[in-house]
């Protein structure tokens, strides 16, 4: 398996509130979040539920629930944290974690992080915004070029500690050999169009070369919030 990675703050945010995981051994496991709210407080989300992720422990065999139980561990925890310091209410976190297992990948997902699969020259987005601007698309309220655009586009619909009650998205998709994966914070996927990374990815170079590529092309547009991404070839 190869994999490159990357979190940088970008070039407007003084503090990277981004935060990612990856666990090659055994089960390989990979996820990123992006935390929000107040001074250092989505800092503290996205990594808390980055340490939760961590530290779950399951015997479980089903994947699926695994990342269920997981993403809802990480979620109480946050809310636990928010009663507990003053200075953490109200911060919260997008999650997308990737499980590889037996050329099967199960993806769990909360917010607008991303999860991508590139194969045959095209990517191809795993996972659904759960934003605002995401369901005017769906509704058909506005096209996806005025999403790109629209003044509420970072409103979330749903995000770890807003509320016990989350409705996590859970897939999962087969590998092939030449497969990437990509996941990514919000940071990279509105700088960067599909187009632009599918260029980077058809390129010359290591899974790490075209990260770095991608973080320079994201600050070279502005780099306008913090950018995580995780590339990762599970191979044969």
């Known amino acids: 398996m190869e994999y490159g990675f990357k979190s940088d703050a970008g070039m407007v945010r003084k503090i990277n509130q ?46 699926s629930q695994l990342l269920n139980d997981m993403i ?17 209410r109200g911060m919260g976190t997008t999650l ?26 095209e990517l191809l987005q795993l996972t659904t915004d759960h934003s605002l601007v995401n369901e005017l698309v769906r509704a058909e309220q506005i096209t ?11 409103l979330l ?9 989350l409705k996590i998205e859970i897939n999962c998709f087969s590998l092939e050999r030449s497969d990437i994966i990509l996941l990514c914070t919000d940071g990279l996927s509105n ?7 599918e260029n980077i990815l058809d390129a010359e170079g290591s899974l790490q070369e075209k990260v770095n590529v991608m973080v320079e ?6 780099g306008l919030d913090n950018i995580t991404l995780i590339l990762i070839k599970p191979g044969s």
């Open 144 to 154: 996806p070029e005025e999403a790109y655009h629209h003044p509420q586009k970072n």
């Open 157 to 165: 619909l749903q995000a770890l500690g807003i509320e016990s009650d």
């Open 191 to 197: 700088m960067l169009t599909n187009e632009d990374m």
């Open 72 to 88: 809802l561990f990480a979620n109480q925890n946050i809310l636990e944290k928010q009663l507990a310091d003053e200075a953490c």
């Open 96 to 121: 997308t974690a990737a499980i590889i297992r037996d050329k099967l990948l199960y993806i769990g997902h909360v917010g607008d992080s991303r999860a991508y699969l590139y194969r045959n020259h």
């Open 18 to 63: 981004d935060s990612y995981l990856i666990i090659e051994e055994g089960l390989p496991i990979f996820a990123v979040a992006d935390g929000m709210g107040g001074h250092k407080a989505g800092e503290v989300a996205s990594a808390l539920a980055i340490k939760s992720v961590r530290e779950f422990i399951s015997q479980t065999e089903d994947i």
């Open 217 to 222: 092309i994201a600050n070279a547009k502005g």
